[in-house]
């Protein structure tokens, strides 16, 4: 098994509609975090959370929220989803060297 | 304002051939350097990181790094490269002071020709 599961791998939505993406992880990790990716543009940070009680914005937070549910659960919400939400989505860890690992990837689509 | 530079969006090279994957990087203080590896349809991997110490990294697959200082720049080499080596390629940057500012470069295509 994966040490950090993405679920649902690949989704396609209409504009407007509520989404969740979730992680789990099984390393023990205490940071996690969620990223966009964009062909061209590399990866681009959503939000991070160092502990169950530490949530903090990336540089791309606008239209994205998230829960920490527990140590090993990180979720992302789009409220209401648009297009230019269309992106391949990454939760990772992190441990103390700041190496990150990441799950396989959320493949969203928004028509 | 901490950058990451990766001139090069696609890289084509024969198998066997050596390849040089160029990251140039801007901060105004100390930093930790990394890059990873995303083959198709997977996440990515770490492929080798710098934190402190000898300016040449290895790393996996036969690949290497030098951090130079001076020119702020990590590029990535490997001296014969195989078709399993096509994937797109990351080069990071993290701020010794906070985990969270890990930014990521645009990514470099390795595409190799049999």
């Known amino acids: 098994d994966a040490d950090v599961t993405q679920t649902p791998r690949n989704r396609i939505t209409k504009t407007g509609k509520r989404i969740m993406l979730e992680c789990s992880q099984t390393?023990?990790?205490?940071?996690m975090y969620w990223y966009r990716q964009d062909p061209g543009l590399g990866l681009r940070l959503i939000y991070y959370?160092?502990?169950?009680?530490?949530?903090n914005k990336g540089e791309i937070s606008d239209g994205y929220s998230v829960s920490r549910q527990a140590q090993a659960k990180f979720s992302l919400s789009l409220e209401s989803a648009i297009p230019n939400q269309t992106a391949l989505y990454f939760c990772a860890t992190s441990d103390s060297d700041r190496e990150l690992f990441f799950g396989e990837g959320s493949r969203l689509t928004v028509l | 304002a901490q950058s990451v530079t990766q001139l090069d969006s696609q890289v084509p090279v024969f198998e066997e051939a050596p390849v040089e994957l160029r990251c140039n990087y801007s901060s105004s203080v100390s930093v930790y350097l990394f890059w990873y590896v995303q083959y198709p349809n997977q996440g990515l991997q770490l492929l080798l990181k710098?934190?402190?110490?000898?300016?040449l990294v290895k790393g996996i697959n036969g690949f290497e790094a030098e951090f130079n200082k001076s020119q702020t720049s990590f590029h990535l080499r490997k001296p014969s490269v195989h078709i399993s080596d096509t994937a797109e390629y990351f080069c990071a940057v993290n701020l010794y002071s906070s985990a969270s500012k890990i930014i990521f470069g645009s990514g470099t295509r390795l595409s190799i020709r049999p």
């Open positions: 710098y934190l402190s110490g000898s300016t």
């Open positions: 959370s160092f502990d169950v009680k530490d949530i």
């Open positions: 390393k023990g990790h205490d940071r």
